[in-house]
């Protein structure tokens, strides 16, 4: 009989995000734990994450914007978007429209150099109703 081996994996948590077109999103926050529970120190360390229409497009639709603890050490950051970022979203007139679908991930780098994915996931755009239109 074989012996079945861990998995292990570096993909990131999946979060998947709906968000309004056209309103602030977040911040939201994540906090970061070593195996014993206690904080991450992110002394050194940038977060950063991006929005694509897909993992493969080369265009970005938008960056989050990050802010960290006031204490690095405390291991938590925040990741949101402007309104102005939500607004330049292309919205479906239903979340299932793949006009309103998206991918994003979320990133750190640490103080060595070395990117380790934290999130990821589909990022879903409900369409603005009320709004100023332009003539």
């Given at each position: 009989?074989?012996?079945?081996?861990?998995?292990?994996?570096?993909?990131?948590?999946?979060?998947?995000?709906e968000?309004?077109?056209?309103?602030?999103?977040?911040?939201?926050?994540?906090?970061?734990?070593?195996?014993?529970?206690?904080?991450?120190?992110?002394?050194?360390?940038?977060?950063?994450?991006?929005?694509?229409?897909?993992?493969?497009?080369?265009?970005?639709l938008?960056?989050?914007?990050?802010?960290?603890?006031?204490?690095?050490?405390?291991?938590?950051?925040t990741?949101?978007l402007?309104?102005?970022?939500?607004?330049?979203?292309?919205?479906?007139?239903?979340?299932?429209?793949?006009?309103?679908?998206?991918?994003?991930?979320?990133?750190?780098?640490?103080?060595?150099?070395?990117?380790?994915?934290?999130?990821?996931?589909?990022?879903?755009?409900?369409?603005?109703?009320?709004?100023?239109?332009?003539?």
């Amino acid at each position: 009989m074989a012996t079945k081996l861990p998995t292990y994996r570096n993909t990131g948590t999946v979060w998947d995000l709906e968000l309004s077109q056209g309103a602030t999103f977040g911040p939201v926050r994540h906090t970061l734990t070593n195996p014993d529970g206690t904080p991450l120190d992110l002394t050194g360390c940038v977060v950063r994450g991006q929005v694509r229409r897909s993992a493969l497009a080369t265009e970005v639709l938008a960056e989050f914007v990050i802010s960290y603890a006031p204490d690095r050490t405390e291991g938590w950051y925040t990741f949101g978007l402007s309104d102005e970022q939500t607004a330049a979203l292309t919205a479906g007139e239903k979340l299932t429209d793949p006009a309103s679908t998206y991918a994003y991930d979320v990133e750190l780098e640490d103080a060595l150099g070395q990117v380790w994915r934290l999130l990821r996931g589909t990022l879903r755009v409900q369409a603005e109703v009320t709004r100023e239109d332009t003539p």
